[in-house]
């Protein structure tokens, strides 16, 4: 398999089943998104780039706190679900392969980029065009699959870095890349960014009754997604 993805918005066709599957899913409604919220906080009059925005979920949470929200995603439907969701929100289609030429430097107090890190072929440069709109005091919170359960599913060698596909319960087949948690760490340290703090979440008791069989799979093993809180090294601006 080759090991790039190009531009090609993997998430079109299934937008909406993505949407039906999140808005209340085990993995995203009680488990990564309870997770980046924790870690980006406060965000009440703030400027927040959602990156990846998909259709609007997260968004919609943020405009409910007070933020100001622009988002993107490459997929033209994930923005029309998103505008629709979130009509306080400014979302454009956008792919991460390219620069945000459309924001200026320091211009946002957040970037989230929530379950997007392994579709984007050169992350390093992606992750610079954050560093450069975030303003000095500033935070990206990114989550991404934990590199652990890719290994568990996949198999091979748990430091290569290569483009896998998988097979979702919806049928959905999707390319991604797989990587240690090392190559993160450094391509977070390569783009500028000091790494504030790094969470393997588990799922709170609150939710166990929701799916139980879920719930005790993540409380036991490390198969869903972590989450980082970075931010630009004042050392190197
Ligand atoms: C797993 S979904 C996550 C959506 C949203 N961040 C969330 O957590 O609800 C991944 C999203 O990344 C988007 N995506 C994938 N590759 C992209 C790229 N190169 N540029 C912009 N968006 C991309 C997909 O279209 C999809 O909406």
Same mark, same amino acid.
């Given at each position: 398999?080759?090991?790039?993805? *190009?531009?090609?918005?993997?998430?079109?066709?299934?937008?909406?089943?993505?949407?039906?599957?999140?808005?209340?899913?085990?993995?995203?409604? $009680?488990?990564?998104? @309870?997770?980046?919220?924790? !870690?980006?906080?406060?965000?009440?009059?703030? &400027?927040?780039? &959602?990156?990846? +925005?998909?259709? *609007?979920?997260?968004?919609?949470?943020?405009? #409910?706190?007070?933020?100001?929200?622009?988002?993107?995603?490459?997929?033209?439907?994930?923005?029309?679900?998103?505008?629709?969701?979130?009509?306080?929100?400014d979302f454009? #289609? $956008?792919?991460?392969?390219?620069?945000? *030429?459309?924001?200026?430097?320091?211009?946002?107090?957040? #970037?989230?980029?929530?379950?997007?890190?392994?579709?984007?072929?050169?992350?390093?440069?992606?992750?610079?065009?954050?560093?450069?709109?975030?303003? @000095?005091?500033?935070?990206?919170?990114?989550?991404?699959?934990?590199?652990?359960?890719?290994?568990?599913?996949?198999?091979?060698?748990?430091?290569d870095v290569?483009?896998?596909?998988?097979?979702?319960?919806?049928?959905?087949?999707?390319?991604?890349?797989?990587?240690?948690?090392?190559?993160? +760490?450094?391509?977070?340290?390569?783009?500028?960014?000091?790494?504030?703090? !790094?969470?393997? @979440?588990?799922?709170?008791?609150?939710?166990?009754?929701?799916?139980?069989? &879920?719930?005790?799979?993540?409380?036991?093993?490390?198969?869903?997604?972590?989450?980082?809180?970075?931010?630009? &090294?004042?050392?190197?601006?």
């Amino acid at each position: 398999m080759a090991d790039s993805l *190009g531009a090609t918005p993997q998430y079109e066709s299934i937008a909406d089943e993505f949407l039906s599957h999140a808005r209340d899913g085990f993995y995203n409604a $009680h488990y990564d998104r @309870p997770a980046c919220l924790r !870690l980006l906080a406060q965000v009440r009059g703030l &400027d927040v780039l &959602d990156a990846a +925005c998909g259709p *609007g979920l997260y968004a919609e949470e943020l405009v #409910v706190r007070g933020a100001r929200v622009i988002g993107f995603d490459s997929s033209p439907r994930m923005v029309d679900l998103s505008r629709q969701r979130v009509p306080a929100g400014d979302f454009r #289609v $956008h792919d991460l392969t390219e620069p945000l *030429g459309w924001l200026p430097d320091e211009s946002m107090d957040r #970037v989230l980029f929530a379950l997007a890190l392994e579709y984007v072929d050169d992350r390093v440069a992606m992750l610079r065009e954050f560093h450069r709109v975030l303003r @000095p005091d500033g935070a990206l919170v990114l989550s991404r699959l934990h590199p652990t359960g890719d290994w568990l599913r996949h198999g091979g060698g748990y430091f290569d870095v290569r483009v896998v596909e998988e097979t979702y319960s919806g049928g959905w087949k999707l390319r991604y890349w797989m990587a240690p948690l090392e190559r993160t +760490c450094e391509e977070l340290h390569q783009a500028g960014f000091l790494i504030e703090r !790094l969470v393997e @979440p588990v799922p709170e008791p609150a939710v166990q009754a929701l799916d139980p069989e &879920d719930y005790q799979l993540l409380r036991r093993e490390p198969r869903g997604f972590l989450a980082i809180k970075a931010i630009p &090294d004042p050392r190197r601006r």
